[in-house]
Structure formats: C-alpha cells, structure tokens
C-alpha cells in the first residue's frame, strides 16, 4: 500500500530539494571550467587577462640574440616596447634613413636610451648600394661595451640588419658559410646575392682590434 505523505510536508520537501539544486549549482559555477579533455581551464576573464600579459610582452619582428648584449630585430612598434624594456638597453643602431617616429623617440627618451642612426637605403636588386665605411662606422657603436645592451634594427630585420650582423660575424672569424646560414635564416626567400657578396668581401682587419679582447 502507497502512502500519501500531507501536503506540507511534501512542499517542505520540494523546496529543500529545490535549494540542494541551486548551492550545489553556484557551486560548479565557482569552479574552474573543465574542457572537453578534463582539463582545468580559467574563467575568461583571468585568460584574457594572462593573453594580454603576453602580448604585451611580445619581441619585434626577426628578434634574436646576436651575442651577449647585443640584440637584432625588425622595426619595433609600441607593442614591442614593454618587452624591449625588459632589456636593459642602453642603445639602438638604426639602420634606415627615415627620421625614427615621435612614438619610438619617447620611448628612448623615457628609457633613457642613446639613438645612433646609420642611414642606409632599402633599395632593391640590382640597385642595390651598401656603404662599406656606414657599416663600419656602425660596427664600431655596436661593439663598445659602454653602448651594450644594443638592439640593431632597420624595417624588416633581414637586408640591412643582416649585413651589419654578418660582417660582425666576419670579426668573430666565423666561416662563411656559417655567416651566409644565418643571413639567410632571417631573410629566407627574400635573399640577395648582392648582400652575401658584400659580406664575403668585406675587410674587417681594420676593425679586429676592437674584438681583441671579447672573442
């Protein structure tokens, strides 16, 4: 035989139930997310968060370390400048001929940062001119200590960049099969012979007593 149970204690019941359902649901909100894999996920909020944190960190286009304290990259933009100023630096040799934007100037400024600008033009093959004695002019910034750490940069981190770094490797007596490997790590399809010609024939004797002591 069934029992009936009265009527008020079956809506007592009913709403007891009714709250167990909702702690128990606001319960599972406060959790971390689960994927579909079991995994803890974060709330959006906190991964939007995280995901902005390393954006903000972002290195410029082409970045790399070149040797301690010296640094390569493409043109920097406000989005890299956080990550540039985890650096240290203490100069940037610029190798376009452009004045540097007002943006990227204060950013030096602020920084206390010391601009040496190489004006060197981006032409294409076969027009293409490297001025041996700006390179060594350049060099010669890049290799004083007192102006380290240095980040060398032009537009896309691959022509100008590449030679200055090449004839530097040239002063570190690297083969130069070795210097043309690295050049074109950076400027993949976008190589010219007639930067791996100037490298290859670049002098760098007048320039070796500046490395005497550092390699």
Known sequence: MKLELPAKQRNQEAEQKGKTTAIVSIELWNQPKLSLHGVHTLPVSMASDDEAAVEAMAPPLNFAMVDDGIFRSGFPDAGNFRFLRSLNLRSIVYLCPEPYPEENARFLEQNGIELHQFGIEGRKEPFVYIPEETIREALKVILDVRNQPVLIHCKRGKHRTGCVVGCL???????????????????????????????????????????????
């Open 169 to 215: 490797r040239k002063l570190q007596k690297w083969c130069l099969s070795s210097v043309f490997d690295e050049y074109l790590h950076f400027a993949a399809a976008k190589a010219r012979s007639t930067d791996q010609r100037f490298m290859e024939l670049f002098d760098a004797s007048s320039l070796m007593h500046l490395t005497a002591s550092q390699y």
